[in-house]
C-alpha cells in the first residue's frame, strides 16, 4: 500500500489514531509494517504490501495462511473432474466449465490462458444485451472519472475489472479494497502480470466498517460492489462518514414484481439495494444526494449448471429470466 494512505486511516473499531511502525518499503509504497490503534491497541499488520483491516477480534494470522479457494481445494479433493476441467479442449466445454477453468487458471497466475477462457464463457453466458450494457456502465464511469480528483478508493473491487481499466485508461492511482485476503492476493499478481502494481494499493477490510477517517476519500467507486454486500445495515451511512466528494457505483436493478428472484434475493440479505426505490430510499437516509444515471435494461438469463462440479453456478442470481436495469448511481453528500 502507497504511503500517502497514512493519513487516511484510523482505526475501524474504535476511530483512535494508529501508531505506524514500517519494517519494509520499495519507494513510496509499504510492504510490510504494523499499525497499532493507540485507543483500544488492536493490531493492523501490512503484509506482502496489503493493508489488513479486517476486524481485530478476527484471527487475521490464520486468514492469511488461507491461501486456497473453496474451488482449489474442491479440485484436489477431486483430480478426475480437475483433469476434466483442465484438459478437455476448452471449446468443449459448457459455458460454465470455461468460466471455472478461467478462475482456475487464474489462481495458478496462467493470466493469458485464464482471459482467453474469461472471454469464451462471457460470450456463451451472458446475451449480448446485457454485456452492452455493462460495458456503457463500466465507459460511463470512466467518462465521469476524468473530471474527479484522485486518488480513487474502489469498494468491494473483486476481481479489479474496473480498477484495471482506471489505472490503464486515466492513469490515476487506485486504492482497491475486498474483504476477502484471497481475491486481494490474486489481484497483486495481476497487477504485476499487468506491469501496472505501482498505481494500485490494497486494503483488506469489511466495506461496512471501514478504516477511514471522517471525510478522507474525495472519489469513490465500485463495480456491482454494493449490490453484492450480504445485510448492508448502515454501510452507506459508514461510507457516506467517509467520502466528502463524489461516489459512483454501477449497479443493477431488479423488478419489484419477479417473485422467482426476489425469494432469493432476500433470503441473501441482498434486497436493501437491488430495487431501485429502496436503494434510493437507503442513499438518501444515510445522508447522500443520489442521481441515477445512464439507465439501461437488458434481459438477463441465469447462468447455467455446471457439467463439472455439481450443479455450481458462474452468477448466483438472477435464478429465473428477468429483465435487469442497469444505472451509475452518482451519491454526493447531502448539504
Ligand atoms: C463480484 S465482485 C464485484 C465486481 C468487481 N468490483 C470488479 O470490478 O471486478 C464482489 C466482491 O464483493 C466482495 N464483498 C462482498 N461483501 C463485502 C463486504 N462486506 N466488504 C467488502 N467486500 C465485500 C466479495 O469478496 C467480491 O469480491
Ligand atoms: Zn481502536
Given amino acids: 500500500m502507497d504511503k500517502f494512505l497514512i493519513d487516511m486511516l484510523e482505526c475501524p473499531v474504535c476511530h483512535q489514531s494508529l501508531d505506524w511502525q514500517i519494517d519494509e518499503q520499495f519507494n513510496d509504497h509499504i510492504e510490510k509494517a504494523e499499525a497499532r490503534c493507540v485507543g483500544c491497541n488492536a493490531v493492523y499488520p501490512i503484509r506482502d504490501g496489503i493493508g489488513i483491516f479486517l476486524t481485530p477480534y ?24 480437475e483433469r476434466q476441467l483442465m484438459d478437455t479442449p476448452i471449446d468443449d466445454l459448457s459455458p460454465t466449465d470455461q468460466h471455472f477453468r478461467a478462475l482456475v487458471l487464474e489462481e495458478r497466475g496462467d493470466f493469458t490462458g485464464s482471459r482467453e477462457a474469461e472471454v469464451l464463457s462471457n460470450q456463451n453466458l451472458y446475451t449480448s444485451a446485457y454485456t452492452n450494457c455493462w460495458d456503457s456502465q463500466i465507459k460511463y464511469t470512466l467518462d ?116 422467482p428472484n426476489k425469494k432469493v434475493i432476500v433470503d ?52 429465473a429470466p428477468t429483465e435487469m436495469e442497469w444505472c451509475v448511481l452518482r451519491a454526493t453528500n447531502a448539504e
Avoid at 473453496?70 to 473432474?81: A, E, F, S
Fill in 144 to 259: 465521469a472519472l476524468s473530471t474527479l480528483d484522485g486518488p480513487v478508493v474502489d469498494l468491494a473491487s473483486g476481481r479489479c475489472y474496473l480498477v484495471e481499466k482506471i489505472i490503464e485508461q486515466l492513469k490515476k492511482s487506485v486504492v482497491a479494497s475486498d474483504f476477502s485476503l484471497n481475491v486481494l492476493r490474486r489481484d497483486i499478481k495481476l497487477f504485476e502480470f499487468l506491469g501496472i502494481e505501482q498505481h494500485v494499493s490494497l486494503l483488506a477490510f469489511d466495506a461496512r466498517l471501514t478504516p477511514f477517517r471522517d471525510g478522507s476519500i474525495k472519489t469513490m467507486t465500485t463495480n456491482l460492489g454494493l449490490p453484492n454486500i450480504q445485510n448492508p445495515g448502515r454501510l452507506l451511512h459508514e461510507l457516506n462518514r467517509i467520502v466528502c466528494g463524489t461516489m459512483l457505483a454501477i449497479s443493477q436493478f431488479f423488478p419489484v414484481d419477479d417473485e
Fill in 268 to 319: 441473501a440479505g441482498l434486497d436493501p439495494l437491488l430495487y431501485r426505490l429502496s436503494a434510493i430510499e437507503h442513499f438518501i437516509s444515510a445522508g447522500w444526494s443520489v442521481k441515477v444515471e445512464n439507465t439501461c435494461v437488458a434481459e438477463a438469463l441465469p447462468t447455467p449448471a455446471s457439467k463439472l462440479l455439481e450443479g455450481a453456478r458462474a452468477d448466483g442470481l438472477p435464478v
Fill in 58 to 81: 478476527l484471527p487475521r494470522n490464520d486468514l492469511w495462511e488461507q491461501v486456497e479457494s473453496q474451488l482449489t481445494i474442491y479440485l484436489q479433493d477431486h483430480p478426475d473432474i
